[in-house]
């Protein structure tokens, strides 16, 4: 069942008023250089395609590229999917995306990836809301971390990621919600650490709900806080400078400070169709720690390269 391989194309060209689409992060060994790949699908009547949409944290610039239905094509036993010439999977990316505006081509290979927990009754990040029905917009962490060889070459700029850092999650549904917060680094001074948060207003039969799925990998060890393990957020603030949000499980208290620095223009779904504007930052910065039980400080440092999203709507609920 496809449920439990959240990784591989979920839809099929059948579906209407849908999107799905993988966010492929590379961060370079020096952290000078950051780029996100997003491939995806849009289907929507009248506007079905297949688009690669890419971010250069260097100078803040992004594009979005078309491509006809007909030039995407995918791997239904294993997380593989090619958009014209480009192609991207668990294994790495090979580009070749020509625009008005880019000239991508490249390839980098991932390896020593760390994969999320799953099981029976948690398929994925979402744990046992992946079997929920009528969901506007699920989610799913590829890879928690891995390491980069190869490099690319954007609009004339040679990039090497060797010995970079990599990240992959996704998303497919039909909208993005109304309202949320998205936190991502694996760029600590502890090489294998990784951490991601999201907050969110999720809309459900009529209702609404805030969700919180997030983790924090660490010496090979997963600390996870979500709905779903009745963890919770509290102590939130947001100005133009900062964001700071704590997170408690039932053993584990974390706290959360975001630095805030550029932000870039990204495309993102409505009722399948990528019509919809955010801001995403991914040269921000994050400072976590980690107290046990009793109030103990487990472990404090601080995350570059840090992808950031926020829509101000979200502070009306939480």
């Known amino acids: 069942m496809r449920i439990f391989k959240p990784e591989v194309f979920q839809g099929n060209f059948k579906r209407k008023n849908y999107f799905e689409g993988w966010y492929f992060k590379q961060v370079t060994a020096d952290m000078l250089h950051t780029v996100s790949v997003i491939p995806g699908v849009s289907l929507v009547k009248n506007d079905q395609h297949a688009f690669i949409q890419i971010m250069d944290g260097s100078t803040g610039t992004t594009d979005y590229v078309r491509y006809d239905l007909k030039d995407f094509r995918w791997e239904r036993r294993e997380f593989t999917v090619e958009i014209g010439s480009s192609m991207f999977s668990a294994k790495g990316i090979s580009l070749d995306v020509r625009s008005e505006n880019t000239n991508l081509e490249g390839r980098i290979d991932f390896a020593n990836t760390v994969r999320y927990p799953s099981g029976l009754l948690s398929p994925g990040i979402m744990g046992w809301y992946s079997f929920v029905p009528f969901m506007e917009c699920n989610h799913g962490v590829v890879s928690v971390n891995h390491d980069l060889a190869g490099s690319v070459s954007l ?26 917060i998205w936190v991502q680094s694996n760029n ?72 805030k620095n550029s932000f870039c223009d990204l495309r993102a779904p409505v009722s399948g169709e990528m019509s919809g504007r ?35 709507g979200i502070f009306k609920y939480i």
């Open 155 to 180: 609009n004339s700029k040679v990039i090497s990621f060797e010995g970079g850092k990599g990240y992959i999650e996704k998303d497919w549904g039909t909208s993005f919600p109304e309202a949320w």
């Open 188 to 259: 600590f001074r502890n090489h294998d650490t990784s951490f991601m948060l999201s907050i969110a207003k999720i809309p459900w039969m009529g209702r609404f709900f805030v969700g919180l799925i997030s983790f924090l990998y660490l010496d090979n060890r997963f600390y996870l806080f979500s709905t779903y393990n009745r963890s919770v957020f509290s102590d939130i603030s947001n100005n133009k400078e900062t964001l700071q949000i704590s997170l408690q499980n039932l053993t584990r208290r974390l706290k959360i400070r975001v630095n």
């Open 278 to 312: 955010i801001k995403e930052s991914i040269d921000s910065e994050v400072h976590l720690k980690l107290y046990n039980e009793s109030g103990l400080l487990l472990y404090e440092d601080t995350g570059n390269n840090v992808g950031l999203e926020i829509m101000d």
